[in-house]
């Protein structure tokens, strides 16, 4: 048996126990921080021409202490950094006293005559500006009152401001809360401040912490031509079907693994990175999973092996309280032939083993560079081991009583023929990803729609998808005004209709060289479509996910609709700059967080809602073309990570034009 899938080899970050971390930045850049310990090793003087004002690092914060009863103005701090084009800063910040009047600015592009980005947040009224400082005055870009901003005397709250093109966001809290357009400048230096209006009595002190700024270099709207994803949508009867024994059936056990990996999500996936292994010494990489049964996978490249060494791959798991674990590893010896090993890694650091034996030819690669699969498939007591040939290596009885514990992926570099000191041995992995197995139950797949590994040639003939007897999950509305009342109708009539498509899902891999995308490989004008998409894990660099739609260019025509790690959404044709923008309330920014997105066309005019919270309708009145929907991430570059992953769900799509019904 062997399995079906598009696989791109990707190195990413290792966390976790024994595995070196890298430097934390952007693929475009480079993020830079101040936890306000000492003016030694912060990032803002503490030099001031005012002997009013004091800048000064003290008790871990940067406080400014205008000692003016009445001070009116602001006051800014600029960072001692490069110059940026497009970057994102955040700090924490406390107003000292009554915060009435007062109030904190987080800036970018600052010039050296004091030009540049502002943006203001009033806690004690919740009123929020972005304004333009310009040689000749300041000009409100932004400006709005939201209460639920509004926050009590003595609390620290962070603010933010991301500068991105010609877009400039304010943030509150980690939230997004007002944007705007504005080209007037492209470069420029990161900066903090604070305000007062003139009618506090108190003076004029704010301390501020945690800063954190980061360049995304010369971000621009992703590639001319799309990254073809040869995958499938993933799309299954909605039936299931039990796992087969191991014991009994090994090779169907191992399908059904792996067709639980191509049709569930992941429990956790996009793990690995490089480590430099010490001669007779392990690293480990945790899931941070509970599991007893489970399937595991990971890729790894091939070491430039010393003579007289060998290294291992593989995963320990049932991992207890005190950190005892069973293993199963590949041991390569570098000349073509490969074993297996099982046994018992106690904490203490005594090791047992309790079986080994050979694998078949081909289960790894020996050539240095090589790109190797290694899988792990764990049920009801009896572990199955699959190599490069995707077939069962090895069917090992698994000792020990059957615990829910972590699964962590190891490597290894070992001394075969007494080679005594030698230096660390450079490994890579790539893609550590683990799938539930305990509900014994195997999804039944059936035919699905195929992404075009090419332009499609006809999109004139609509594409009927496979039609499933389920339904749609849809949120309830957050709204009741007229226009949320129309929108649920709209919804409801068009899921009268048979769908389209629907019930997909699958996982979205991202890769810097462009965005990826999925096709529902269909021809409408109008029409609803829902989609469950969970944000990657990792949002160390920020991301972005995406609908398009009436597009009649393999991704590149029609209209869409992009959102972004921080919760701002963009409605864009592709290759021109955002014509609408907005900071999207509903939406849930946290690592992993889910984000049901709903999109209603009819005619010239278009509704979002995201997670039951309406947008404000957009205009589509100049493109009403027919064309294809998809899904994807990645349209923002530098908003990739490679092998980062966006997985999607409840995705369907309904007509709401009867000429789009597929007929009985």
């Not at 409100?140 to 209460?147: F, G, Y």
């Not at 489970?294 to 003579?307: K, S």
């Not at 490069?388 to 490597?411: F, K, M, R």
């Not at 090419?454 to 749609?472: G, K, M, N, Q, W």
Request: overall charge negative; proline content about 7%.
């Amino acid at each position: 048996m062997r399995r079906i899938r598009s696989v791109i080899v990707l190195l990413l970050v290792l966390i976790g126990a024994g595995f070196p971390l890298p430097d934390v930045g952007l693929a475009q850049g480079t993020v830079y921080t101040d936890t306000m310990d000492s003016a030694e090793t912060g990032l803002l003087s503490t030099e001031t021409f005012d002997p009013t004002v004091s800048f000064t690092y003290q008790n871990s914060q940067f406080v400014v202490d205008v000692q003016q009863p009445s001070f009116r103005g602001d006051i800014t701090s600029i960072l001692n950094l490069p110059e940026m084009a497009s970057s994102r800063l955040t700090v924490d910040a406390f107003i000292e006293g009554d915060p009435a009047n007062k109030y904190v600015i987080a800036g970018c592009r600052r010039t050296d005559a004091g030009e540049g980005y502002y943006f203001g947040y009033l806690p004690a009224t919740g009123e929020i500006i972005i304004w333009r400082r310009d040689s000749t005055g300041d000009t409100n870009i932004a400006q709005s009152v939201d209460p639920s901003l509004i926050a009590p005397a003595n609390t620290m709250y962070q603010i933010g401001i991301d500068c991105w093109t010609g877009i400039i966001t304010g943030i509150v809290n980690g939230q997004p809360v007002a944007s705007a357009f504005d080209a007037t400048y492209a470069v420029g230096l990161p900066f903090i401040g604070l305000g007062a209006n003139g009618q506090e009595t108190d003076g004029l002190k704010v301390a501020f912490d945690n800063l954190t700024v980061t360049d995304n270099g010369n971000l621009e709207l992703g590639p001319e031509t799309p990254v073809w994803e040869p995958t499938a949508v993933g799309a299954t009867t909605g039936q299931s079907t039990p796992m087969r024994d191991p014991a009994v059936d090994a090779a169907g056990a191992l399908s059904d693994a792996f067709t639980v990996s191509l049709e569930s999500a992941p429990v956790v996936s996009g793990l690995g990175g490089d480590a430099d292994v010490d001669l007779d010494g392990l690293a480990k990489l945790p899931a941070g999973v509970q599991l007893a049964d489970f399937y595991a996978e990971i890729y790894y490249t091939t070491p430039a092996l010393p003579a007289g060494t060998t290294y291992l791959v593989g995963y320990c798991f049932w991992t207890d309280s005190a950190g005892n674990c069973y293993d199963i590893y590949l041991q390569d010896h570098g000349n073509g032939t490969a074993t297996w090993g099982y046994g018992y890694d106690s904490a203490s650091g005594d090791y047992q083993q309790l079986q080994s034996g050979e694998l078949p030819a081909g289960s790894v690669d020996p050539t240095p560079g090589a790109t190797n699969f290694l899988g792990l498939t764990v049920y009801q007591g009896t572990a199955i081991l699959s190599g490069n040939t995707y077939d069962v290596g090895a069917v090992i009885p698994l000792g020990g009583t059957p615990i829910a514990g972590d699964v962590q992926s190891e490597i290894g570099f070992l001394d075969s023929g007494n080679v005594g000191v030698a230096d660390p041995l450079a490994m890579s992995t790539s893609d550590f990803a683990v799938w539930d197995l305990s509900s014994g139950m195997v999804p039944v797949a059936e035919d699905a729609i195929a992404v075009a590994t090419e332009p499609p040639v006809d999109t004139t003939v609509p594409t009927t998808a496979p039609i499933t007897t389920s339904a749609p999950i849809v949120p309830p509305l957050q709204g009741t005004d007229s226009v949320a009342a129309s929108f649920d109708q709209a919804r409801a009539a068009a899921m009268l209709h048979p769908p389209l498509g629907g019930e997909y899902a699958d996982t979205i891999s991202q890769d810097p060289a462009g965005y990826m995308w999925v096709t529902a490989g269909i021809n409408v004008s109008d029409f609803y479509t829902i989609v469950t998409l969970t944000n990657p894990t990792d949002l160390t660099t920020p991301s972005d996910i995406g609908i398009g739609f009436r597009d009649d260019r393999d991704s590149e025509g029609g209209v869409r609709f992009v959102i972004d790690s921080t919760g701002t959404w963009y409605m864009l044709i592709p290759g021109q700059d955002p014509y609408a923008t907005g900071a999207a309330t509903g939406f849930d920014i946290a690592p992993g967080a889910s984000n049901t997105i709903e999109l209603l066309v009819q005619g010239g005019t278009g509704t979002i809602a995201i997670n039951g919270v309406l947008l404000p309708q957009f205009d589509l009145s100049t493109i009403t073309n027919r064309g294809d929907i998809y899904i994807g991430t990645g349209f923002f570059q530098g908003y990739s990570v490679a092998g980062r992953t966006v997985l999607y769900s409840n995705w369907w799509i309904f007509p709401t034009d009867i000429l789009d019904v597929p007929s009985g």
